[in-house]
């Protein structure tokens, strides 16, 4: 029998008491991995320890955005680290910049962007210290247009594009690679319902027209991981659609 993946490696998964947050957690795990699990809401962290290998699971309850769970999440990896997935992250009720307000934005653009490089930062001196490691943040089709999203989802995730691409050319001497996935539609809880009539009269009848396929949490799960594994050693600042053919229409 061939060595699991990820046997030996930590590995830190945000968002990751529900949807793709929990699949690739479960998927790490159930290739050998120690995931430290975080998200906001405990019940699902508590559903994917149950779900899971006794001991796989460490859980860390609390908000990404903040420095107290970035500082959690990097005492649990008690010295030893070898990859993270920015998973966690929030929808702007797709309102466009002339109805967005100052909460909504600040709030989008602390948890999307503000959080993942905070905790990048964290985990860059762990990853180092053992040579190397992978990066994988959840970018958007929102990341790669302009007419998927409001304008504080959009610019965020366009911000992580931006991050991925630094972070790889940065620390890729020292064996750190950073690459994102971007999602199309996925068949999350996050929350997704229009606060616009604008954003409903632009974006739905193309999202008809292109009639878009909705993924499961376990499809992005598969390129997660496999960005986060061995197997793309030579991938890195990349930006890997997983979006049903989305992008290329």
Do not use: C
């Amino acid at each position: 029998m061939s060595t699991p993946r990820f046997a030996g490696k930590t590995v830190i998964v945000t968002g990751a008491g529900s949807g793709i947050g929990r699949a690739t957690a479960a998927r790490l795990a159930e290739e050998g991995a120690t995931v430290i699990a975080t998200d906001i809401v405990e019940t699902g962290l508590l559903e994917l320890v149950e779900a899971t290998t006794e001991g796989a699971i460490v859980t860390v309850v609390g908000d990404v955005s903040d420095a107290g769970t970035i500082a959690e999440l990097i005492a649990a990896a008690n010295g030893s680290l070898h990859g993270v997935a920015n998973v966690a992250g929030i929808m702007d009720g797709m309102l466009p910049a002339g109805e967005v307000d100052d909460a909504t934005w600040d709030r989008v653009m602390r948890v999307n962007v503000t959080g993942p490089v905070r905790l990048i930062r964290a985990a860059l001196p762990l990853l180092i210290a053992g040579g190397g490691g992978s990066i994988v943040n959840v970018a958007s089709e929102a990341a790669l247009r302009g007419s998927a999203a409001g304008v504080a989802y959009t610019a965020s995730k366009h911000a992580i594009v931006g991050v991925t691409k630094n972070v790889a050319h940065m620390y890729a001497p020292q064996g750190v690679r950073a690459n994102a996935v971007a999602p199309g539609g996925v068949a999350t809880n996050i929350e997704g319902r229009p606060q616009s009539e604008l954003a409903t009269s632009r974006i739905f009848p193309l999202l008809g027209a292109l009639a878009i396929p909705v993924a499961q949490p376990s499809a992005l799960a598969a390129a997660i991981t496999w960005l986060l594994s061995d197997d793309s050693l030579n991938v890195n600042g990349a930006i890997l659609p997983s979006d049903g053919g989305w992008s290329v229409a």
